[in-house]
């Protein structure tokens, strides 16, 4: 894809001294076309109303970005809409499609700006489930975002306008082979953008002018700080859940309802699980368990107290006890940001726990580390999409229930569940 091209500098202006003869024709000119801007207009109000393009919804192109500039939490999106000629006939598949880069300032989401990228031709952008070939955000650092839409760029985190794009990052790199005609999985992040060409050393791209310097070693000067993309992904039933969480030596579990668990629980499979990880299926209810993490014997269950021990020591659940107070959730699970491990929030330390049937609204509920009940939130999505914690804010992206599965954007306060929501083609 070729990008446009970045705003020009200003036209030169007229040289001072004109001549009155000079003035007299430039003013006879400025009437003639006064005259012909009259005539022109009233032609132009006869089609007063009538668009020059048509546009459809927003879609999103996934992931999501969240990250911080100058102390303003901000929520970056890629947005696709089709658009096609306002003379084109009803129900004719739009030729075209827009891409815009949305900037909306959190918590409240109010948008900071929308940036017009590019307009392609129908299927230029590519829209495979695969995270690594898809178009979409590819991180933040100094206020730079790096992008991909058929090809790499970099636009600027304040405003949108194109810093730089693939031909003119290669310009600055003579140096560094393919970097001209680089593939997306030939991208990667480190302290910096890498690109890692086949067969080559690995180099690092300074988001502040372009420049790339071998990744193998440190880099000349300080970096700042680089913000990865969110995880995302279609929003299964289980999706962005795990059933148990853990704060040291306290842990909490979603098993089913009918599972009763006894002291010492032995650990089943790898990161010291003491639970199937397969959630429960459809209409089988859970409840929350709380226990205590410690060492003991890793003899096999029911080994006989007088026998030689020569198992050693392993890790056991004991302390297990049911907590009534959060008890009937369905296809539930401890939130998580795309991690095997779930989301620890502080003041107070707790957990989110995500429930709810499949094509319905969706429930969060936070609970402290002893597993009690803080609050308990609605959400207007039937499918999470992402996950993007933060201190004082959870941000969601996901699809509302059918027919319609409006992508939706949610912000809930973690200290009392308030919510806030936004659709991608709301106006703003």
């Known amino acids: 894809m070729t990008w446009p091209p970045g705003p020009g500098d200003a036209s ?29 207009g009233a032609m132009y109000a006869a089609f007063e109303g009538t ?56 918590p409240d989401l109010v948008t900071r700006f929308v940036a017009h990228l590019v307009t392609v031709d129908r299927g230029r952008i590519d829209s495979r489930g695969s995270h690594d070939m898809r178009d979409g955000l590819i991180g933040e650092q100094a206020a730079t975002i790096w992008l991909w839409l058929d090809g790499l760029g970099a636009v600027s985190a304040l405003d949108g306008k194109l810093l730089a794009d693939q031909a003119g990052i290669a310009g600055r790199n003579a140096a560094v082979p393919g970097l001209a005609s680089p593939v997306r999985g030939q991208l ?23 420049v790339a310097s071998p990744a193998a070693a440190p880099s000349s000067r300080s970096l700042p700080a680089l913000t990865a993309p969110a995880a995302f992904g279609p929003g299964g039933p289980t999706a962005f859940r795990v059933l148990e969480a853990r704060f040291g030596e306290g842990w909490l579990g979603l098993p089913s309802s009918g599972l009763s668990l006894e002291a010492p629980v032995p650990a089943r499979g790898p990161g010291t699980r003491f639970l199937s990880p397969t959630a429960p299926g459809v209409g089988v209810t859970q409840q929350l368990w709380r226990g205590a993490v410690r060492m003991g014997s890793a003899a096999p269950p029911g080994w006989p107290a007088h026998f030689p021990d020569r198992f050693g020591q392993a890790e056991r659940l004991v302390d297990v006890a049911r907590l009534p107070a959060v008890a009937g959730l369905t296809l539930a699970g401890f939130l998580t940001a795309g991690t095997e491990a779930p989301i620890l929030l502080t003041d107070p330390p707790g957990v989110l ?72 083609n709301t106006p703003g």
């Open 188 to 210: 990667r992040l480190a302290d910096a953008l890498v690109f890692d060409p086949r067969g080559g050393p690995p180099w690092r791209i300074d988001p502040r002018d372009f």
């Open 12 to 40: 030169a202006q007229p040289a001072p001294g004109h001549s009155r003869r000079r003035s007299l024709m430039t003013a006879g000119i400025y009437v003639g076309l006064l005259t012909t801007a009259l005539v022109g």
């Open 51 to 106: 668009p020059p393009q048509r546009l459809g919804p927003r879609r999103l192109l996934p992931p999501p970005l969240r990250t911080s500039l100058d102390g303003q939490d901000t929520l970056f999106l890629l947005t696709r809409r089709s658009e096609q000629d306002a003379t084109d006939a009803p129900g004719q598949p739009a030729p075209r499609e827009q891409v815009e880069l949305h900037a909306l300032a959190l």
């Open 353 to 424: 726990v995500l429930e709810g049937m499949p094509g319905r609204g969706l429930t969060l509920l936070r609970l402290d580390a002893a597993g009690a009940l803080l609050w308990r939130a609605g959400l207007p999505v039937a499918r999470v999409t992402s996950v993007m914690p933060g201190a004082r804010h959870l941000v969601l992206a996901g699809l509302g229930p059918p027919p319609h599965e409006a992508e939706t954007l949610v912000v809930v306060t973690l200290a009392d569940g308030g919510v806030t929501l936004a659709g991608l």
